[in-house]
Each structure stands twice: as C-alpha cells, then as structure tokens.
C-alpha cells in the first residue's frame, strides 16, 4: 500500500503520516512536505526517488510524471491497468493527500498550482480505487475506518472525491475571477459564479417549517466568520439577517463615537449617538420604541461595560446583544440575568461590492447601496435654513431611514431616531406612523425620506406634527410644489441627491 503526500498546509501531516506509516503503509512525499517530514523522522520516499527525476523550473514541474500518475489512475478492476503497472514496475497509489497553493490569500502567477490539481482530479476520478483528501480535518475520519476496517469504504472515498472536485472548481473560479474583469473590481461581470460552502444548518429558516443554512461565499471574508457566541442559544436564521443588519448600521451610524441601533424584523425601531457613553447610547436607542425593542436585535460600537450590562438586564429581553466585545465577566452577568439572550463579540463588518437575490431561479444583482454624495454636496433648497444641532440630527436620520425598507421616514432629535415609518405602501402613511411614535417628541425635531415626497401631503403632515426640517433626495417632477409647500409651512428642507431605496 502506497499514499501520496504533497501538501501546503501541513497542519496534522506528521501524524497523519506516522498512522499511516504504523498501518503498513510505504509513504511518498513530495518537496516542502517532504522536509517536514524528514525533520520529524518518518521514513518515506521523495518525490524523484519514485519519477527518477529532480524538482525542475523553481519546482513548477515535480509530480508530473507517469510514474506517480499511472499509480495515481489505474482502474484495480481492469486487468490490462494492472499488467501495464507490473510491466512498467509502478507501485499503485491508494491514498493521495493535497491541498493547493493559498491563492485567495496571495494571488499571483506563482500561486497557480498546476501538479497539485493534476493529482487530485486523477485521485478523485479513480475513488472507486483511491482515497483523496484535500482537508486536512478529514485525516481522522479516514485513520478511523482504516484501523477498524482495514480500508476506507466505497462511500467515503466518493464522498472524498465529491470533496476534492469542490475544492478544485473554487481554486479554478478564484484564478479566473483574478485573471478575468471581476478582479478589477467589476460589480456585474459578464460571468458570475458563487461557490458557496455551507458552514451550519440553522435550526429552521423564517418559518419553522423551512430548512435554512448559513453558508460562507469560497475567497470572501465575512464578519460572520469572527463572530463568538458567548452565551445563549444558537442563533437562527432570522437572528443572523436582523444582527448583520444592525451590526452594519451601527458602524455606518458612528465611527468614533458611541451608538446604539436596535433591529426588528430587518428594520430600525431604535438608534441613538451619545456624546457621554455607550450604555447612555444603548438607553436612547431603547426609548425610540420601547415596545418593538422587545424581542429586538442589539447592535452597540462599544465594549459592553457594567453599566451598559446594567441597562440591558432592566430593559425586556434582546434576543441579540452584538459588541466588538464584553468586559471581564459582564458577559457571565449577563447570561445569568438573560439566559436565551445570544451575546456576541464580532469584529466589524466588511465591505461588500455588489449585493444578490434571488428571484426563483433567477437572480437580481446590484452595487451595494453606499452613501456616495457627501454631506458638502447637499442643498437647502427652502427660505428656512438649518443650524448646526439639526444638520447633526438630519445626518442621524438620514442614516437610519436609508436603512429602513421603503417608504421609509423617520424622525429624530438630539442624534436619537424617536420615530419609524417603515414599509408602507405610500409615503403620507409611513409619515403618521413615524409621527405616531415620536408623540410629543416630534416638536423642534427634523425628519428624512428615503426618496422624494411625490406630493406635499407628507411633508405637511410632519410639519402640522411640529417637525422644523426634513431632508430627502430631491428629483419629483413636483419638487417646485413640494419646496413651496415647505416654504408656506415655515420649515427647512434639504435635497442630498441620492435615493435610498430599500426592498
């Protein structure tokens, strides 16, 4: 019995190679896995002892050799593949274990690996024959049955090869993709492939009677990839679309001063800047909607300290507190005071180029919705202007209403959303709702609409309500009657120039 090691990461290889070696198995290795081998004394061939050939052109040409290919490929069951084998003296290979060049990490020419693919599609064309492992975590399952077994099933080894095709296709749409336009960074290339690995399966999808699955995009980092859970119940699949919502608010929201955003149902129904604290941050955003917190997502842009756990623990239950992170045993308090509340550190979210959905079989993909007009570029385009403690308060709601699903408005004072209007099918009705929740809040504060009122009917019901300015995006063939109706009622309004659509 022969295997065939030729590995990048060497992560477990020494002792995967000692078991083998211990089952009777005579090992080959091929260059850098040879030396790590050497180095902790486990006999084995090297690569030119079997090829009779040395490593050639900077190692680009070691393993591409009929010598270990033919071992690699001859079908057991075939006679005339096993009279060539005898004839030219090649010893069968039955175990192959590669894993390929880190191209994702470091793209380049010399990161295209050519043997290590060659042995790997022979491997696993051949499973009827073979074992192939490309990850390095199935070393044990394959140890496992070789020791109670004396051979790895029929149904493993195609499960293997089913593995390694995977990886190779990923490896080859990440050298296309770095070669071709989308490495350029083309948001809609002509071609777009997704090669997705699922890392959970969730305990139901929306409905409890849906499968959902969290699956991690091959080459793509997500936040979701450094997030712990540190106490609570396995998030859901609901938990995890409102916490990325949230998680990516609260970074958009403050920078570099405390907030907080609470998420319900994929919407903002609570968002605040403090200028003191975050647990401050936290008690604002949870008086935006005291109501539809509950149950709610809690994203903050601080470490939970004592007196943000403090604020929490009074407050109806969060079924997510999300943090960069939790100081030294707050996150112990908390689980004892909130026992099925999920709290996670999480390092911040990501950049994203393009966004995808899908619609049956088919699918919609976009840039993803950035603020891309800057603040400096917005015009007030009324007789009344805006002071500096309300263009604080426009940028505040601005933020939080391209966040909301449309029609969207939301109104908010002292950098604290105090009332949502999210997901209507007008703009007048969002308008009253948004005005409903913030009661007598609503006197002096300012108000944003994620597009352009059609009509003066919503403006004038913020401005009846005592809202002193709105800011929108402009561009109605009304705009001239919305302005004057803005101008008539005595408030300010701001045109940014930018819609922010959200479905």
């Keep these: 019995m022969r295997a ?16 083998l070696a211990d089952l009777g198995y005579e090992l080959v290795a091929s260059g850098g896995t040879s030396a790590t081998l050497d180095a902790a004394g486990i006999a084995h061939f090297k690569v030119e002892d079997v090829t009779g050939f040395a490593e ?92 109670s077994s004396g051979g790895v099933p029929l149904e493993l080894r195609r499960e293997l090869a089913a593995r390694a095709f995977d990886h190779l ?80 608010l609260v970074h958009e929201l403050s920078p570099d001063r405390p907030a907080a955003v609470i998420i319900k149902h994929a919407n903002p129904c609570g968002a605040s800047i403090s200028n003191l ?71 911040a979210p990501e950049g994203v180029s393009r966004s995808i959905r899908s619609i049956g079989h088919s699918y919609l993909v976009q840039e993803s919705d950035t603020f891309r007009v800057p603040e400096s570029e917005w015009k007030v ?30 109104i908010a004072r002292d950098e604290m959303a105090v009332g949502i209007g999210a997901g209507q099918q007008n703009r007048l009705d969002s308008s009253r709702i948004a005005i409903s929740k913030a009661g007598t809040r609503v006197k002096g504060a300012v108000a944003a609409s994620d597009a352009f009122f059609p009509f003066p009917d919503g403006l004038l019901a913020l401005a009846d309500a005592g809202v002193a300015a709105v800011i929108s995006p402009g561009g109605s063939i009304r705009d001239a009657e919305v302005i004057d109706a803005a101008n008539q009622a005595g408030i300010a309004m701001v045109f940014t120039g930018e819609r922010h659509f959200r479905h």
């Design 4 to 19: 065939l090691l030729s590995v990048y990461d060497k992560n477990g290889i020494e002792d995967f190679a000692r078991a």
């Design 56 to 147: 050639m052109l900077d190692g680009r040409v070691k393993t591409l050799h009929p010598n270990l290919h033919a071992g690699i490929l001859a079908d057991r069951s075939k006679a005339a593949h096993m009279e060539d084998l005898q004839r030219l003296q090649i010893d069968p290979i039955d175990v192959v274990v590669c894993n390929l060049y880190p191209f994702a990490a470091t793209p380049s020419i010399e990161m295209i690996d050519v043997g290590g693919p060659s042995m790997i599609r022979g491997a696993a064309k051949n499973h009827q024959s073979v074992t192939v492992i490309v990850d390095n975590s199935d070393f044990a399952r394959v140890l496992d049955a070789l020791a």
């Design 169 to 248: 296709s990923k490896y080859d749409r990440l050298i296309a993709d770095w070669l071709g336009t989308s490495s350029q960074g083309e948001v809609l290339p002509e071609v777009l492939e997704l090669s997705l690995r699922r890392d959970k399966v969730l305990r139901y999808g929306e409905n409890p009677h849906q499968m959902g699955g969290l699956y991690f995009q091959a080459g793509e980092s997500s936040w979701l990839q450094s997030m712990k859970l540190l106490s609570g119940l396995e998030l859901s699949y609901l938990n995890l679309f409102d916490a990325d919502a949230a998680w990516r």
């Design 277 to 347: 604290s975050v647990a401050e941050a936290y008690k604002l955003a949870f008086e935006s909607d005291p109501i539809s917190a509950f149950g709610g997502i809690v994203a903050l842009n601080r470490v939970v300290d004592a007196e943000l756990a403090a604020e929490l623990a009074a407050n109806p239950k969060a079924d997510v507190v999300i943090a960069p992170g939790f100081a030294e045993g707050v996150a112990e308090r908390l689980a004892g005071a909130r026992k099925s509340t999920r709290l996670i550190a999480a390092a």
């Design 381 to 410: 385009v009324t007789r009344a202007g805006v002071d500096d403690s309300q263009m604080r308060d426009l940028r505040v709601a601005w933020t939080v209403c391209a966040r909301t699903s449309s029609n969207a408005i939301v």
